[in-house]
């Protein structure tokens, strides 16, 4: 996963060894990607640094 070049910047998610990659526009909240060889998926989803919570905690 990386950012992309610009002003409002997208992200860049994708598989290294069988170079598969999906760009996603600037303002999405929350992203998948599928790689069909290695048949993993990947969710990203992005949270406000101000809305930020201990997930070790929702136990």
Request: a negative charge; charged letters at 45%.
């Amino acid at each position: 996963m990386e950012d992309l070049e610009g002003e409002e910047r997208g992200l860049r998610v994708g598989c290294e060894t069988h170079d598969e990659w999906r760009e996603f526009e600037p303002g999405r909240r929350s992203v998948a990607f599928f790689c069909p060889d290695c048949r993993i998926e990947i969710e990203v989803r992005l949270h406000d640094d101000l809305d930020w919570r201990d997930w070790g905690e929702r136990c």
